[in-house]
């Protein structure tokens, strides 16, 4: 089968921790390679953000990554893209053109790839299957006057929820919000994001570390992601460090109001010697620093599914997490990790402490979330069910042809 991936503005090339790279980037590329491996032709459409890249990359794991001129040609936060979309519209509904190149599924990602879905797919009768990752019902709730989406962005999710042929909700909690935004529960499957459990596994090396409990957390730097709620909890652990991966790259740490921020607050709070800022990382290194820690702190104010606690779960390290989104799917609470609600310093203290004083428990957590991870969550499982979601588009339109 021919699938199309879009993902205007995260590429599965991209390197992770900035204010636009993250969950969305890895989700991709590790669909992507699923896919490959399950024997489809897999081609990800994302936008040409740099004059020097390549119309076309093949990556190693043998899926195509297409560079779709849209707007000039250099980064631009994905909140002003929405004004560049029918160029990609048109440029992708010209490509499709060629026979060889025609989809017979485009899975879109995030809801301006959606848009593009809808402007290319019309002209052949693709069926489009689309994935939120974030709702903007959902971010307004929270940011308030600090959401920077475009006005018309919820209108158009809803539109989007009743055109395409298949909505993929990638967690419980994202379903009542689907529903609730007007979408019928007929229409949506719930299929996860997918680890990669033979890159993220107990075996292989571990970040240098010293001889304090590590709390790593992982992620873009944006304020959402509630690092500030760790440094605060971080006086109520007094033997733990807490090891913060992501942002732009160390060199530049010292110029990000983010970084200078928690740094400050570090300061303020007496644990400025146990606060290090990693910067990005590649993320092949990635399952060294998991194997480093002794506990994952999965922080936000909300999150939509959240890839990095699997990640942490599948290299066999437990999880305290928010009780928010798709984290009440993946973390047990009292099993693979602890829950506590978000925002609240002070229960996140009492969580991490419970855990740097009992060695045993954190042993159990971590055989369970391996389990959990392996059984439920490996990319190769939730690349068959999305098989399956496609296949049952494309199956009735291929006996109408006939």
């Excluded at 379903?175 to 949506?188: C, F, K, N, Q």
């Excluded at 290194?285 to 002794?294: I, L």
């Excluded at 909300?302 to 799917?329: N, Q």
């Excluded at 740097?356 to 499982?381: N, P, V």
């Amino acid at each position: 089968m021919r699938v199309a991936l879009i993902s205007e503005h995260a590429s599965p090339l991209a390197v992770l921790g900035g204010a636009d790279a993250g969950g969305q980037n890895a989700h991709v590329a590790e669909l992507a390679s699923a896919l490959t491996q399950l024997g489809h032709g897999v081609r990800v459409y994302t936008r040409r953000d740099r004059v020097d890249q390549s119309d076309v990359i093949e990556t190693p794991d043998g899926y195509e990554v297409v560079h779709v001129p849209a707007g000039p040609a250099e980064p631009m936060a994905k909140d002003d893209l929405l004004p560049h979309l029918p160029e990609f519209g048109r440029w992708l509904r010209e490509d499709w053109a060629h026979g060889n190149r025609r989809p017979d599924v485009a899975h879109a990602h995030f809801w301006m790839s959606g848009l593009v879905a809808v402007m290319a797919a019309r002209r052949f009768a693709t069926p489009i299957v689309q994935t939120y990752h974030a709702l903007g019902a959902v971010k307004r709730r929270h940011q308030g006057a600090a959401d920077t989406s475009p006005r018309s962005r919820i209108g158009y999710e809803y539109q989007l929820g009743r055109t395409v042929h298949r909505v993929i909700a990638q967690c419980t909690d994202e379903v009542a919000e689907l529903v609730r935004l007007g979408i019928p529960r007929g229409r949506i499957d719930v299929v996860p994001s997918g680890v990669d459990t033979d890159r993220f596994t107990t075996r292989g090396r571990a970040a240098p570390r010293g001889r304090r409990f590590r709390i790593l957390s992982v992620g873009r730097f944006v304020d959402r992601k509630g690092y500030d709620d760790v440094i605060r909890a971080l006086p109520a652990v007094p033997k733990a460090e807490f090891v913060l991966i992501g942002g732009p790259p160390a060199a530049e740490l010292d110029t990000d109001p983010l970084a200078r921020r928690l740094r400050a607050l570090a300061r303020e709070c007496g644990v400025g010697n146990r606060v290090r800022l990693v910067g990005s990382v590649p993320r092949e290194e990635m399952p060294k620093w998991y194997r480093s820690a002794d506990v994952v702190a999965a922080t936000p104010w909300y999150e939509p599914f959240g890839l990095t606690p699997l990640e942490a779960m599948a290299c066999g390290v437990p999880v305290v997490a928010t009780a928010v989104g798709g984290l009440t799917d993946t973390v047990v609470d009292g099993v693979t990790g602890d829950l506590v609600p978000p925002r609240d310093p002070d229960a996140l203290g009492d969580a991490l402490r419970g855990l740097a004083e009992d060695r045993q428990r954190r042993m159990a957590y971590a055989a369970a979330a391996i389990d959990r991870t392996r059984a439920r969550y490996s990319r190769q499982r939730c690349a068959e069910q999305l098989t399956a979601v496609y296949e049952e588009l494309t199956v009735p339109l291929e006996r109408t042809a006939a």
